[in-house]
């Protein structure tokens, strides 16, 4: 009886192993970036730190969300045509770029007026709040 409780507590072991071994392992790094400022400058320090946070962990390896809420909203607007293929290119490679429901209503800004990939959260403070909570590092962006 001994020998086979050993053998089924083995045989559990090994397949617990082997479905933990097909699971796939969750990016080790997560940081969410806040944006509330309006303009290039800003902007292109965003992509730039996106950029240089992906070569150094590995794109593959980092877990990125961008949170724009109050001025930053622009930067996800169709009407910023100057960085959408910057963007775009950040978010196929799994960038997640989110704007503020509360600040779309006081903007009067429509689904239909963001960009294609951008995500909505309800509320980019508590977004930041949520991310920070659930251990993900953060970063404020912009000038």
Known sequence: MKKAILILTALLCALTCVSEAQTPA???HKVVLQMNVDGPDSWNQLLGNIGNIQKAFGADKIQIEVV????GLSLLLKTNAAFEE??????????V??????SMRLRKVTTEDLLPFAAQVDSGVAELIRKQEA?????????
């Open 68 to 71: 724009t809420y109050g001025k």
């Open 26 to 28: 969750a990016k080790p």
């Open 86 to 95: 910057r963007m775009k290119k950040a978010s196929e490679t799994g960038v």
């Open 135 to 143: 251990g993900w590092s953060y970063v404020r962006v912009g000038e």
């Open 97 to 102: 770029f989110a704007a503020c429901q509360n």
